[in-house]
């Protein structure tokens, strides 16, 4: 998996490589922008527009290139020449195009632009004449390629500050952030390249890293043939409980899912007005009527317990909350089930997966939902060591924490913003585990899979819960 290093880790990163490359940083410099270069869109104009520290020498290579390579260039220097420092004055010095210091006139124009103005992201807002260049470059038509990163956009976090560069492409070198991925990086970032400069991973085994990005390998476990002397008990036995009165499509959604997604049985819990619909609409469910309070229900033996889905909040709910939290089962606590943990005072041994969207992550950490996306690697390191459990924080860039080692899934798109689709989220990572796959694989795997079948189906805005699941199989052939 590729490794996702924080904007402070920059710095080490570059030395690092520019020792195994056995070249000195300024030839590092040079050799990125070489890269950088080559996924220039094709352009006969070019305004490079670059800031104060190395993402700016960056700029003012790519520059010098392009005016060797009989290009029309002109660079924005948002930092004079003189006043720069290291490489990047090195990179300036070496520069022989026309250089402007304000913004251009307004019968100029580009067909493209290079935004190099800060390259390992920002803690805050651009302001001055950075927020001048940034506001310019928005406005443009031109084809606009971000060098690392969008400016204006936080690497750590991916929070996209006001303003920030919208993109058409990003070519970032050597290393990936967390916010090319999560929160507003892949609305910002446009096309994402990485180029390692042949730079292999093994030279950064001393910087630790704060993120994975899964992949597709992921999946290849569940290509795996199945041994022929088996049966259905061989592949797990599952609760999925909530479908308070009105809800029951919730708990068919995820039932329906862990059986799709492999599991070898299935049990719905819901209102005992309900149950008898479940076989109708799934005869491969089998049902269990909860009336309230005043009935102990009979819990079968499962191996896992998916609880939550259209729970409520009601007697009903909080009642069948108790009972199957003493049950002591492996749980992975979706939706309400997590709104009814938020207050619960009493300690929960049981859960072993929690899938919380932004909101009802705020409300498990007493913050406002803002404080969650402004850095949701925190708040899903934060979670899991709270609760001693694998945390998915749904969302653009689901992150998965374990409290140790945190994973994003840069796949799916908010064609996946539908009722519903939590709810299949929920099942297969019940079905999985299920299977005996461990939490943590099973939210990987399930996170992975389920991003990827929203994108093969290609339905866009039209995609609904229900055909995430009747394309799963597609995705695994």
């Known amino acids: 998996m590729q490794a996702l290093y924080r904007s402070q880790q920059t710095k080490p990163i570059d030395a690092a490589a520019a020792d195994y490359l056995q070249i000195d940083s300024y030839t590092l410099m040079q050799r990125a922008a070489q890269v950088i270069y080559r996924h220039l869109p094709e352009c006969e104009t070019l305004l490079v527009v670059t800031g104060p520290g190395n993402n700016g020498g960056d700029g003012w290579v790519l520059a010098e290139l392009a005016r060797k390579d009989h290009k029309q260039v002109v660079v924005w220097a948002l930092k004079e020449p003189e006043k720069l420092n290291g490489d990047a004055a090195k990179a300036a010095a070496d520069y022989q195009g026309d250089v402007i210091i304000s913004a251009p006139s307004e019968d100029k124009s580009f067909d493209v632009l290079v935004d190099a103005i800060f390259g390992t ?5 651009p302001g001055g004449c950075y927020q001048e260049a940034i506001d310019y470059i928005n406005d443009c ?6 060098v690392d990163i969008p400016s204006g956009l936080a690497g ?5 500050y006001s303003p920030t560069i919208q993109a058409d492409k990003t070519v970032a070198i050597l290393n990936m952030m967390p916010g090319h991925i999560t929160a507003d990086g892949r609305d910002y970032c446009g096309d994402l390249i990485l180029d390692s400069l042949a730079v292999p991973e093994h030279v950064y085994n001393d910087i630790d890293p704060v993120a994975y990005l ?9 290509k795996q043939t199945r041994m022929h002397n088996s049966h259905k008990g061989s592949y797990g036995r599952l609760l999925i409980a909530g479908g308070q009165h009105g809800m029951l499509g919730s708990v068919l959604l995820s039932g329906t ?12 819990i819901t209102t005992e007005d309900q149950a008898p619909w479940v076989p109708v609409h799934r005869p491969e469910l089998m049902a269990i009527g909860f009336s309230g309070s005043e009935h102990q229900i009979h819990i079968p033996p499962a191996d896992v317990l998916v609880l939550g889905m259209g729970l409520g909040t009601s007697q009903w709910s909080q009642a069948l909350w108790q009972q199957l939290m003493t049950a002591n089962i492996p749980t992975v606590l979706d ?3 997590i709104n009814v943990l938020a207050e619960c005072d009493e300690t929960v041994d049981s859960i072993a997966v929690m899938t919380p969207h932004p909101k009802e992550a705020a409300r498990l950490l007493n913050c406002a939902v803002k404080d969650i996306q402004t850095d949701r690697i925190k708040a899903s390191e934060t979670l899991a060591k709270r609760y001693q459990c694998v945390v998915v924080l749904k969302g653009s860039g689901t992150i998965i924490s374990d409290g140790e080692e945190n994973f994003i899934c840069s796949y799916g798109s908010a064609d996946l913003a539908t ?12 079905g999985l585990m299920a299977q005996g796959f461990s939490a943590l694989q099973s939210a990987q795997m399930a996170v992975v899979w389920h991003a990827l079948t929203a994108d093969h189906c290609a339905l866009g805005r039209c995609l ?4 995430l699941i009747q394309h799963l199989s597609e995705v695994i052939k």
């Open 257 to 268: 899912a862990a059986l799709v997604s492999g599991a070898g049985l299935v049990q719905v």
């Open 141 to 146: 038509q031109a084809k606009v390629l971000s």
């Open 121 to 125: 992201g920002l803690s805050r807002a």
């Open 156 to 160: 750590d976090t991916g929070v996209a």
């Open 464 to 467: 609904t819960a229900s055909d």
């Open 419 to 430: 009722a519903g689709t939590g709810d299949v989220l929920a099942g297969m990572i019940g």
């Open 335 to 337: 939706a309400d089930g």
């Open 214 to 222: 899964l992949n597709q390998a992921m999946l290849n476990p569940l």
